[in-house]
């Protein structure tokens, strides 16, 4: 039975100051709705207990998503297609993200926000389990002030929640992660969109020296509220992934949830499923390689987060290609280091000849000094750190025969004169008579192929530098 | 029981289409019923009426909505595109175009919806991918079963869009 639209009332106080006001003067009266995703289908249905509604949506206070260096703080009022493409949680929340992307179709994500899929305390919602493997904190306010939860604590029961009447959620805070552990999240529903999991799962772990160091795992749908299993979380810590410890694992999984039959499922299929998706997480966490192997460093971590121009400049020293960094920078973020270092193949080998170019200049003349007169009057587009590697790579050079050093100089000014730029070897580890042979053979090389030989030593060097800049 | 058994009408000005219109509505009406029943914009269809269809499906300030759980108060103010403000001086859209060439069309009733889906898609993305396009319809339930047209028809537009673009 459809509801009548005369026996609701819907008020746009305009502030969340005024809206605590009153949800505070009538408490439990009034029931805030935002992007109405859930609200409006029980209207429709005619099931809508509440029948004063404070509109909440697009008020200034619950938008944004702020990031300072140690949290990042997700206004309760952001959609879900703001969450999902936000560029922090895309690099460092993986599981949000995902979870983020499988809520509902393309306009439930365009209107369905944080706060209310929290406040909805559906254990079929989506985004509870990453907020879970996350250990998010919640912000509530009120007109008595404001208070920080935990999130774990928050659902004490089917649909029931630490929430006063007179409060509204705020914030959705969540730690940054130092370190970029295995994660892994999975839907299982009757279709990939659109569909109300049956079960689903975030999960998140790290190896060390062969056992599980540390895990975290949380399932919606196989309990009255989100789920995380601590007891399987501790009876993992420790151990080796085998056999053995998977068929253990299935049963803790079992004995921890609670699931029930309904429209969507059976409690027996969610119990054998929630068990199939945490070996299913411990299997692939096991092919990871262990913590100290996949750390995605703090300097990758910082630069991720940096303005698009201070990370050009940052990564610039690596290669003196200023579009070489600025596409760089803007392919951030990246999740490992492996995908840096390709990106920097790939946008080096793609670049104009000119960009090219610009690369080289930034590298002194093989066995000559950044400060000498000849920089001084023509400056090339180095950095302190550029130079301080250029010299750091061609040590050898310094310290070899001055007869070896005034052939380097006059095969360099032949090179130059014949190819019109400053001649490129990757110097690291290279002799200064290596060196001297390469430029030897490099000048009878036609114009195209001496391109390509220069450009594959940059990348080389590149590669090198970029691995001495991620260690910071 | 009620504290407010008879809420009043209100006035809610918004922009369809390109043309200011004031309403007269409950604060809760839908979205959908207000754009059918009062401004007679009968393209935009009810399906499901909670949110899992996408026949009923509007741009609100250019993002892609399922009006029917919109309340009218909520689109005070916002520009709403319906498949009636798509064509332009009597020419189809080159989505519409697209539609009609491809067989995007059968019963027609998740036809306005998954032509609105596709306009939000190709508005950020002017080279889907076939994995995009059925991403971005995948709200949008065709009971005809003819998927296939409509994600060439979509695939198409785009090919044409960025020949003229």
Known sequence: MRSNPAAFQLLTPGSLAAVVHLLADEPGEWTPMAGGTDLMVQYAAGKLPA?????????????GIETTPGEIRIGAGCTYTEIANHPTIRSEFPLLRHAAHWTGGIANQNRGTIGGNIVNASPAADSLPALLVYEAELILVSVRGERRLPYENFHTGYKKTLLAPDELIRDVCLSRPGVQ??????????????????????AMGCMNGGVIEDVRIALGSVAPIPLRLKQTEHSLRGQAIGPELLLETKKSVAAEIRPIDDIRSSARYRSTVAGNLVVEFLTRLSAEPSKAARVCSAVLLEWNRMRADEA??????CCGSRAWAQRMAAMRPFEAESALLAAARDIWVNLERSDWLEAFRAHPRIGESRNSSLAQANPYPATPQSVKWSADEQRDVANAELAVRTALANANREYESRFERVFIVCATGKSASEMLEILRRRLQNDPETEWLEAAEQQRQITE???????EG | MDRFPHVAK????????????????YPMERLLDVLRKQLQLTGTKEGCGEGECGSCSVLMDGILVNSCLVPALQASGCHVLTIEGL????KFHILQEAFQEF?????????????????????????????EIREALSGNLCRCTGYSQIVEAVAEAARRRCKTA
């Open chain 1, 51 to 63: 029948r004063n509604l404070v509109n909440i949506c697009n008020l200034p206070e619950l938008r």
């Open chain 1, 181 to 202: 552990s295995f994660s892994y999240a999975r839907k299982v529903g009757a279709r990939n969109a659109q569909a109300i999991s049956k079960v689903c799962m975030a």
């Open chain 1, 312 to 317: 050009a400049d940052s990564i610039l020293p």
């Open chain 1, 464 to 470: 090198i530098r970029l691995r001495k800049w991620l």
């Open chain 2, 10 to 25: 209100i006035q809610i000005p918004f922009i369809v289409n390109g043309k200011n219109v004031t309403v007269q509505a």
């Open chain 2, 87 to 90: 064509a332009s001086q009597g």
């Open chain 2, 103 to 131: 067989g995007g069309a059968q019963c027609g009733i998740c036809t306005p919806g998954m032509i609105l889906a596709a306009v939000h898609l190709l508005e950020r993305k002017s080279e889907p991918t076939m994995d």
